[in-house]
Nanobody
Framework: QVQLVESGGGLVQAGGSLRLSCAAS????????MAWFRQAPGKEREFVAA????????YYADSVKGRFTISRDNAKNTVYLQMNSLKPEDTAVYYC??????????????????WGQGTQVTVSS
């Protein structure tokens, strides 16, 4: 089992940047595929990015491709989401997710058994 704790959210102006972190407990972090999802008020949970245990492949939602970068540091049990060129429509609660590899469909939220508590990202126009 793994526990996930996100950090790094906040309020930023459009065009700005934030880096989210997700720290995982446990000693077998490199056995887990990881992902970020987000959920805006009144909307369904949405896939953002995913990274396998080996960092190959990496997946992005079309809406964030070229602006967001997912990465992981297995030595630190941490996955990151670097978010650049933020837009007001990126405003949401961002969740870190994990599941033992291999995840069959990295873009589907119910493929993941473990979730963090979420961190709020607000982008002002």
């Amino acid at each position: 089992q793994v526990q996930l704790v996100e950090s790094g959210g906040g309020l930023v102006q459009a065009g700005g940047s934030l880096r989210l972190s997700c720290a995982a407990s446990g000693r077998t972090f490199n056995n887990y595929d990881m992902a970020w999802f987000r959920q805006a008020p009144g909307k369904e949970r949405e896939f953002v990015a995913a990274i396998t245990w080996s960092e190959i492949p990496i997946y992005y939602a079309d809406s964030v491709k070229g602006r967001f970068t997912i990465s992981r540091d297995n030595a630190k049990n941490t996955v990151y989401l670097q978010m650049n060129s933020l837009k007001p429509e990126d405003t949401a609660v961002y969740y870190c997710a994990a599941d033992r590899r291999p995840v069959r469909n990295a873009r589907v939220w119910n493929e993941y058994d473990y979730w963090g508590q979420g961190t709020q990202v607000t982008v002002s126009s």
